[in-house]
């Protein structure tokens, strides 16, 4: 049976349950607000949390998995940077009688009895919204529409899926064209860095669309450095719906954000202890999200937590 039974379900007893978590890293606001959920909803259920950020690293991810699974913690979760590679250490804890929680992000593994449920976004839908958008934004329009993209870290779930989402909608009229499209790592920096090179090498750039908002951020200093206004001359749509996200869409300098929620701690921290009894969990749980027009940023705003 499972080395950790007895753990969380024995009445009485003091026993917390263990959980080792495999964070990403803290390329974004997005990452940051979501570390935050974890560890203070952690704290109010009453788990321990063994926490490692693998600084976009897919080795580190597997190293703290690893080290996890010989401290024979009680559940494992984690947000993999990438979708591929996982199959190795993934039955390395299934041997161990070790639960895994999918958080956030995906793998691709064909043997889904390696995990037992994966919390998080549909980014597929998350793309299809910000497609969508630019569709209704361009109606009455016959011109080319040239559109350069931010992509998100490469091989990963949300850069696979809000790549695929947005062009299967954009895709429908051919006056759509994506000019350029590049990593930008989810990243501030190099979203600024790829802008700069968009902006040098195409001379007629109508829209950026980044698959996250810190990316977009760093953007708009590289247009405004080019001397045009984000918004305006460059319509800007991104994801996650950050504070400073939230902020540059109130005044205008980003004109659409996809929601994409980072509070996911609640969620997780329900689902292992469930997982840890051994109870049934749905195979898949999608979390609620919403969109922002530049209107609707002004008066969300003031109550966003992150
Ligand atoms: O959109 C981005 C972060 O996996 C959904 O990762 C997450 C993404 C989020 O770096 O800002």
């Not at 991810?61 to 559940?75: E, F, G, L, N, W």
């Not at 361009?138 to 091989?155: F, H, R």
């Not at 051994?278 to 919403?290: A, D, F, L, N, W």
Request: with cysteine; aromatic share 6%.
């Amino acid at each position: 049976g499972d080395s950790s039974a007895g753990n969380g379900s024995s009445g009485g007893g003091d026993d917390k349950i263990v959980m080792g978590f495999s964070q990403v890293g803290a390329e974004s606001g997005w990452r940051t607000a979501n570390t935050k959920s974890v560890q203070e909803s952690a704290k109010e259920a009453g788990i321990d949390l063994k926490f490692s950020d693998a600084q976009q690293k897919q080795e580190n991810q597997i190293k703290a998995i690893r080290s996890y699974i010989q401290q024979k913690v009680d559940v494992i979760a984690f947000s993999p940077v990438v979708e591929s590679g996982w199959d190795t250490v993934l039955k390395e804890a299934q041997n161990a009688k070790i639960p895994v929680i999918l958080t956030d992000r995906a793998v691709d593994s064909k043997d889904t009895s390696l995990y037992k449920t994966f919390l998080g976004s549909d980014f597929v839908e998350e793309g299809k919204k910000a497609g969508q958008w630019l569709v209704d934004e361009y109606k009455d329009s016959k011109d080319t529409v040239n559109i350069v993209e931010l992509q998100g870290t490469t091989g990963s779930a949300p850069a696979n899926d809000r790549k695929a989402g947005f062009s299967e909608i954009i895709s429908a009229d051919p006056k759509f064209k994506v000019i350029a499209s590049q990593s930008g790592d989810f990243t501030r920096a190099k979203g600024k860095e790829v802008m700069e090179a968009f902006l040098k090498s195409n001379p007629k750039i109508d829209v950026l669309y980044a698959h996250n908002d810190d990316m977009g951020l760093g953007a708009i200093e590289a247009i405004e450095g080019a001397g045009k206004v984000p918004g305006k001359d460059i319509k800007i749509i991104t994801v996650d719906a950050v504070h400073d996200g939230m902020q540059a869409l109130a005044d205008g300098k980003i004109n659409y954000i996809v929601e994409c929620s980072p509070l996911l701690g609640p969620q997780l921290m329900d689902l292992a202890k469930k997982v840890v009894k051994g109870e049934q969990v749905p195979p898949r749980v999608v979390t609620e999200e919403t969109t922002f027009t530049q209107e609707q940023a002004k008066e969300a705003l003031p109550n966003r937590k992150y």
